[in-house]
């Protein structure tokens, strides 16, 4: 038997009408609707790791929760985060960027703190491509890489 096409091939709705739909397949122009401000969440495991999230304004940037004080050596976070935000408590230098988790991913570090962090400036230890060249991240600034195979690669405004 033939599929028949429809431009409500399925529809979830709060009330069976158009005004309350959430998600829409459109099986006649291949188009898959999240009308009314529905967001669609994408996670790596059982709702648990969110990777992804889009909304009306595109997608939504996954910003870490806390503001951590990386420590003296310490590593930035960036796993699952498109902002990775840290505090220091004081100048921290030897900082680690920890690894990224696929080829494109990007990653912005704020640092909301008053005090500088300084990259190890061991490539193979910070993760960063250019951390022996890589002037440090300052008070309340940001710096954003994207991670290329095997390091991160500054992204140069």
Do not use: C, H
Not at 72 to 94: E, H, K
Not at 125 to 130: G, I, M, P, R
């Amino acid at each position: 038997m033939a599929a028949v096409k429809s431009i409500r091939a399925m529809t979830a709705s709060t009330d069976g009408s158009d005004a309350g739909a959430y998600f829409n397949v459109d099986t006649v122009n291949g188009i898959v609707s999240l009308p009314n401000g529905a967001v669609l969440n994408l996670y790596s495991d059982a709702y648990t790791t969110l990777t992804a999230q889009f909304n009306a304004n595109g997608r939504a940037p996954i910003i870490s929760a806390t503001t951590p004080d990386p420590g003296a050596a310490g590593t930035i976070t960036t796993a699952g985060l498109t902002i990775s935000r840290v505090t220091p408590a004081a100048n921290r230098a030897g900082i680690i960027v920890q690894a990224g988790t696929f080829s494109g991913q990007e990653i912005t570090v704020v640092n909301e703190g008053t005090f500088t962090l300084t990259l190890n400036t061991t490539p193979a230890t910070s993760n960063v491509a250019d951390s022996a060249s890589e002037s440090a991240i300052g008070a309340l600034t940001a710096r954003s890489y994207r991670w290329v195979d095997s390091a991160w690669y500054p992204i140069k405004a």
